[in-house]
């Protein structure tokens, strides 16, 4: 017989092989704003439900969704786990359930139909994420022939005055979005390599580069004013990266994330470097109105 239901604290353990291991500690430092909505069959654990109760947002996010290999019908558990977590998530107040999932568009289709076929808004992406061989593209001519005007200085991060680091936290949601910010996540990014752009000499942009292994770069956040983003500016910054990872031999393989927004920058990479491309994900969300 299976049963779906809201798993106690008490018995939670017995689902703790199917919670992935970076959620595991937070469930344990705030375990009353977590759901797990459980499936058995018989005396065995079917599959499960992941969600965090957002009370001040009045949301509800879906972080994991799985089954076991016990069920002949995984989609069917898949349903009732939803379902549930519908019900407990009304319970609680709560407006909507907002899933979001890395994937290929080939993959979209079996997390999308589960999903709308209870009643969730088909998916829409939010960011893009290519990876790839940057080092195929040191010989193009936008890489190549790049050159700032004279009115330009591209500087290392590590570079950035006191003073300059004051005009960018002021201008944080004045002259640029917040989700731009250069700061969070500070101590991981590389100094060296993570530039910034001055013009006449005020900060005119910048571009971050985290390291993800020794040899693969994460450009994580690239930004520049908006006069300059008619002139090509922000790929200019793009290309003077290129240009400094050729001439020192680092970061041959890198990783770009671009807001969904951002069609000229994902124009620009469908175009002018498709032949470094090796994998193309996209983030989805989905979400379910109460």
Known sequence: MLTISLIPDEKRALYQPL????????IVHSPHQWMVIGAEQGNQVAGIALAHHMESL?????????????????????TLLLSQLTEESQKR?????????????RELHAHASLY?????????????????????????????????????????WAELTREEREEIRQGENVWYPADLSPFPDEEMIDPR?????RHL???????????????????KILYVKRPFQRMGRG????????QRTSRDHVFPYGIVV?????????????????????????????????
């Open 116 to 156: 709308e076929a209870v009643g969730w808004n088909p998916p829409e992406p939010s960011l893009h994420v290519w990876s790839g061989e940057l080092r195929l593209l040191y010989e193009q001519p936008w890489v190549k022939h790049n050159r700032f005007p004279d009115s330009f200085e591209v500087f290392s």
């Open 19 to 26: 919670i992935p291991s970076h959620l595991q500690n937070a």
């Open 193 to 197: 390599y993570s530039l910034g752009l």
């Open 58 to 78: 009045r949301a509800v996010v879906l972080h994991h969704l799985a089954n076991t290999n016990i069920s002949s019908d995984p989609r069917k558990i898949g």
């Open 93 to 105: 107040g709560a407006e909507r359930i907002v899933y979001e999932c890395l994937t290929t568009a």
């Open 235 to 242: 790929i200019s910054l793009l290309a003077e990266f290129l």
């Open 258 to 290: 671009v807001e969904e927004q951002n069609k000229p920058m994902i124009h620009f990479i469908e175009s002018h470097c498709h032949t470094a491309v090796q994998d193309t994900k996209s983030v989805y969300r989905m979400e379910k109105l109460l």
């Open 201 to 219: 000499g005020k900060i005119a942009g910048w571009l971050i580069i985290q390291p993800k292994s020794h040899d693969t770069a994460l450009l």
